[in-house]
């Protein structure tokens, strides 16, 4: 199984930056992708930004020019930067890797619990 734990959430002042991680543990083989989702209170979940294997970065228009997703393969972590913080920013982020556990298996979904995010003054 593969197992993801986020940290770095907390409260912050609109302006403020904070900085998510999120460390795999357990069996992978390789990672196809990995991602930062958000969930608002009454809100869907929806994407935040993708980093793929190859390095091909996409963002919600809403964060574009403020949040950066990057990742370090040696640590099987995923990260992201948060400047620029608005109210609107405020939910629970979930980090996301598409990943295999050996070779020859099929490309899983792997969840983190989440880790709020709360922007206000």
């Known amino acids: 199984q593969v197992q993801l734990v986020e940290s770095g959430g907390g409260l912050v002042q609109p302006g403020g930056s904070l900085r998510l991680s999120c460390a795999a543990s357990?069996?992978?083989?390789?990672?196809?992708?990995r991602g930062w989702y958000r969930q608002a209170p009454g809100k869907q979940r929806e994407l935040v930004a993708i980093?793929?294997?190859?390095?091909?970065?996409t963002y919600a228009d809403s964060v574009k020019g403020r949040f950066t997703i990057s990742r370090d393969n040696a640590k099987n972590t995923v990260y992201l930067q948060m400047n620029s913080l608005k109210p609107e920013d405020t939910a629970v982020y979930y980090c996301?890797?598409?990943?295999?556990?050996?070779?020859?298996?099929?490309?899983?979904?792997?969840w983190g619990q989440g880790t709020q995010v709360t922007v206000s003054s």
């Open positions: 980093i793929t294997s190859g390095d091909t970065t």
């Open positions: 357990g069996s992978i083989f390789s990672i196809n992708a």
């Open positions: 996301k890797f598409d990943a295999q556990r050996y070779r020859g298996d099929y490309v899983g979904r792997y």
